[in-house]
């Protein structure tokens, strides 16, 4: 399969859009319009993957975490990562991760990630830590906030383990 991975454009965002609400994802115009507004503010990249003419996924660098620890650090965070079911275990999460790890390290001697804590997370749990990701140490977290011992709170997409890799690491 050849991809394609460029910066998002305006033209872009009718189709993402479109090629998601097909399968019952909520990704409207108006995120791919503000993601594409944080771009040209210089906030955010957004990443778009095609193969020939056809939406592939997405993903996007945030260059202020919105992980306090990671803003602490200065660290930033891979955001947003969408490949299309049909698309999968094609390579395209990991040409999105290439780039977006191309660009944090042009900028960064670290990038961060966050990943979700449920089963439907798994085949990304297994690709970052192939790619080198580990735990950045702190637990997880709950809509941003640690997880205290104890503490109970839904496992839903906001239950997240965040992660780091360096530079270097493979």
């Given at each position: 399969?050849?991809?394609?991975?460029?910066l998002l454009e305006a033209?872009?965002i009718?189709?993402?859009?479109?090629?998601?609400?097909?399968?019952?994802?909520?990704?409207?115009?108006?995120l791919?319009?503000?993601?594409?507004?944080?771009?040209?503010?210089?906030?955010?990249?957004?990443?778009?993957?095609y193969?020939?003419?056809?939406?592939?996924?997405?993903?996007t660098?945030?260059?202020k975490?919105?992980?306090?620890?990671?803003?602490?650090?200065?660290?930033p965070?891979?955001?947003d990562l969408n490949?299309?079911?049909?698309?999968?275990r094609?390579g395209?999460?990991?040409?999105?991760?290439?780039?977006?790890?191309?660009?944090?390290?042009e900028?960064?001697?670290?990038?961060?990630i966050?990943?979700?804590?449920?089963?439907?997370?798994?085949a990304?749990?297994?690709?970052?830590?192939?790619?080198?990701?580990?735990?950045?140490?702190?637990?997880?977290s709950?809509?941003g906030?640690?997880v205290?011992?104890?503490?109970?709170?839904p496992v839903?997409d906001d239950?997240?383990?965040y992660?780091?890799?360096?530079?270097n690491q493979?």
């Amino acid at each position: 399969m050849n991809i394609t991975v460029k910066l998002l454009e305006a033209q872009d965002i009718q189709l993402i859009s479109l090629a998601f609400t097909r399968i019952g994802w909520n990704k409207p115009v108006s995120l791919l319009e503000g993601y594409l507004a944080e771009q040209e503010r210089g906030e955010r990249v957004v990443l778009v993957a095609y193969s020939g003419d056809a939406v592939t996924g997405y993903v996007t660098v945030i260059w202020k975490s919105y992980y306090p620890p990671f803003v602490d650090k200065g660290i930033p965070e891979i955001n947003d990562l969408n490949v299309l079911p049909d698309f999968r275990r094609r390579g395209i999460a990991s040409a999105l991760l290439d780039e977006a790890e191309k660009k944090i390290f042009e900028r960064s001697p670290v990038a961060g990630i966050g990943v979700g804590m449920h089963a439907g997370y798994g085949a990304a749990q297994r690709m970052y830590a192939i790619r080198g990701y580990v735990p950045d140490g702190l637990g997880i977290s709950y809509q941003g906030v640690t997880v205290e011992p104890g503490q109970q709170v839904p496992v839903d997409d906001d239950l997240i383990l965040y992660l780091v890799k360096e530079r270097n690491q493979p």
